[in-house]
């Protein structure tokens, strides 16, 4: 499985950015998924995580109301919408594949995740 994060960049505070994350393999609707972040000189950090089947969601508190993940088993693609964005968003996000997670079950720590993405920076301007 390799993972493939896009759509980082500079946004201005209030505005809007959609990460992407395109997993390789067949077995994508079996993962677990998640996005998480990280700022130099700290731990990543969970942001959230989504079911197999997309039916069941986790958030970060201090994203709820603002980010949504959601997946396209088709496109084996999930994704993070994030709206209302401040200063302390930016961040490395990463997105992440929980090869063992059961149906309906979500991963919110980080050691739960077997294989990560490259990262992708965004950036938000005051």
């Known amino acids: 499985v390799q993972l493939q994060a896009s759509g980082g960049g500079l946004v201005q505070a209030g505005g809007s950015l959609r990460l992407s994350c395109a997993a390789s393999?067949?077995?994508?609707?079996?993962?677990?998924m998640g996005w998480f972040r990280q700022t130099p000189g700290k731990e990543r950090e969970f942001v959230a995580t989504?079911?197999?089947?997309?039916?069941?969601?986790d958030y970060a508190d201090s994203v709820k109301g603002r980010f949504t993940i959601s997946r396209d088993n088709a496109k084996n693609t999930v994704y993070l919408q994030m709206n209302s964005l401040k200063p302390e968003d930016t961040a490395v996000y990463y997105c992440?594949?929980?090869?063992?997670?059961?149906?309906?079950?979500?991963?919110?720590?980080?050691?739960?995740?077997?294989?990560w993405g490259q990262g992708t920076l965004v950036t938000v301007s005051s």
């Open positions: 992440a594949a929980d090869l063992n997670g059961v149906s309906g079950s979500l991963s919110t720590t980080r050691l739960r995740y077997d294989v």
């Open positions: 989504i079911s197999w089947a997309g039916t069941r969601r």
């Open positions: 393999g067949r077995t994508f609707s079996s993962y677990v």
